[in-house]
């Protein structure tokens, strides 16, 4: 169905019992994707979430931090969690993979780019048709955000993380930026207009993410973190 179809469809008169069926079949392919994911992931152990964008090629720098982070994350015993696609999502997963480590992928099918990647654990792919559910994954079974340059994924992913954590709705859990190029327009830009001009977050919340440039003080970070911490589920 095209994007023009789909408009016109969302316009046209239905009856409730068309409406009552669609949505209850609906509810259970929600359902079933609820169930197989927290199923599946409930026995994987720490972990860390590798973000960043599915069209950063195998020679970007940003590629290869992102396979080093994989790498001294899996050193630690944590095990990494990325979108299951190419890109840094594939770096990610090959850093944990190669040095022997859980390597976990919850993938998404979209009409362009994405795609699984070879370096997931065979039984620790997840398909998923909804965002939403796919989100809750990552937040219910992650231990930690090692967020490198993406797009409005990745975007989109991070500040559900930072609003979850600023209004109490699941545990703290530590957030990194890794890129200070690609990250620091846009941290100016909060603590210049959201913070000073317009009070729109309070300067704690700058506390809430640390902007680092090297895969070692990301991995850090995270361990640092839970020198204090048991680590156990955000919610």
């Not at 990301?218 to 911490?229: G, L, N, P, S, T």
């Given at each position: 169905m095209t994007s023009e179809e789909k408009i016109r469809s969302a316009f046209e008169n239905k009856d409730w019992q068309e409406i009552k069926v669609t949505d209850s079949w609906q509810i259970f392919k929600i359902m079933a994707e609820f169930v197989d994911g927290f199923e599946k992931l409930a026995k994987i152990g720490p972990c860390v979430t590798i973000y960043g964008s599915a069209r950063t090629p195998q020679t970007h720098r940003y590629y290869q931090l992102a396979e080093?982070?994989?790498?001294?994350?899996?050193?630690?015993?944590?095990?990494?969690?990325?979108?299951?696609?190419?890109?840094?999502?594939?770096?990610?997963?090959?850093?944990?993979?190669?040095?022997?480590?859980?390597?976990?992928?919850?993938?998404?099918?979209?009409?362009?780019?994405?795609?699984?990647?070879?370096?997931?654990?065979?039984?620790?792919?997840?398909?998923?048709?909804?965002?939403?559910?796919?989100?809750?994954?990552?937040?219910?079974?992650?231990?930690?955000?090692?967020?490198?340059?993406?797009?409005?994924?990745?975007?989109?992913?991070?500040?559900?993380?930072?609003?979850?954590?600023?209004?109490?709705?699941?545990?703290?859990?530590?957030?990194?930026?890794v890129g200070v190029d690609y990250w620091g327009g846009l941290i100016d830009w909060i603590k210049g207009t959201m913070l000073q001009k317009e009070h729109n977050i309070h300067e704690e919340d700058l506390n809430l993410f640390r902007l680092v440039d090297t895969a070692e003080e990301a991995a850090e970070h995270i361990f640092r973190f839970y020198d204090k911490y048991v680590l156990k589920p955000n919610f």
């Amino acid at each position: 169905m095209t994007s023009e179809e789909k408009i016109r469809s969302a316009f046209e008169n239905k009856d409730w019992q068309e409406i009552k069926v669609t949505d209850s079949w609906q509810i259970f392919k929600i359902m079933a994707e609820f169930v197989d994911g927290f199923e599946k992931l409930a026995k994987i152990g720490p972990c860390v979430t590798i973000y960043g964008s599915a069209r950063t090629p195998q020679t970007h720098r940003y590629y290869q931090l992102a396979e080093q982070c994989g790498k001294l994350l899996t050193d630690r015993g944590y095990g990494v969690i990325t979108g299951g696609g190419p890109g840094i999502m594939e770096a990610g997963n090959k850093g944990a993979h190669t040095n022997g480590g859980k390597s976990v992928g919850l993938n998404i099918e979209l009409p362009f780019e994405q795609f699984h990647n070879k370096y997931i654990d065979h039984n620790k792919l997840l398909e998923f048709d909804y965002f939403f559910v796919r989100k809750v994954m990552f937040m219910k079974y992650s231990q930690g955000f090692v967020v490198l340059p993406g797009g409005f994924g990745t975007m989109d992913e991070l500040f559900e993380a930072l609003t979850l954590i600023q209004t109490g709705k699941i545990a703290r859990f530590p957030i990194v930026l890794v890129g200070v190029d690609y990250w620091g327009g846009l941290i100016d830009w909060i603590k210049g207009t959201m913070l000073q001009k317009e009070h729109n977050i309070h300067e704690e919340d700058l506390n809430l993410f640390r902007l680092v440039d090297t895969a070692e003080e990301a991995a850090e970070h995270i361990f640092r973190f839970y020198d204090k911490y048991v680590l156990k589920p955000n919610f």
